[in-house]
């Protein structure tokens, strides 16, 4: 058994998992999109070049996501994506790259659990915590 996380964007899905795959050394999976898929009549706002799926994998752990309609897109509220390094200079490398044009609510630093600890939502809106044992 095991957990995935499936973000939704307003049409910033490629962008959000490119960039998160680059900076956290990840592989890029496929992106389907909805134009000639059998979905295509449900592609947001008629868009079809939007990203019906895309996935990445950063370790062993697969990241995935899609763009919605922006009128039902809400930003994620009540939970964070939880990224962890066993090396602090990774770990505040990814941390600074997600405050990239976000909002940092708790600086990375030392803390009594980690070696560094933030939290950040980055600039597509999905709320970070990045943590270093």
């Keep these: 058994m095991s957990f995935s996380i499936y973000l939704h964007f307003p049409g910033t899905c490629e962008e959000a998992l ?22 295509e009549e449900m592609a947001p706002g008629g868009n079809l070049d939007l990203v019906m799926h895309m996935r990445i994998t950063v370790g062993g752990t697969i990241l995935m996501g899609s763009d919605i309609s922006p009128e039902r897109y809400d930003k994620p509220a009540g939970v964070n994506v939880s990224y962890a390094s066993a090396d602090p200079e990774q770990a505040k490398r990814v941390f600074d790259g997600l405050s990239e044009g976000g909002e940092v609510t708790m600086p990375f630093e030392p803390t009594f659990w980690a070696k560094g600890f933030g939290m950040v939502t980055d600039r597509f809106g999905v709320p970070w915590m990045v943590n270093c044992d």
């Design 18 to 39: 490119t960039h998160y795959a680059k900076l956290m050394d990840g592989e890029k999976g496929e992106v389907f999109r909805y134009r000639g898929s059998p979905a």
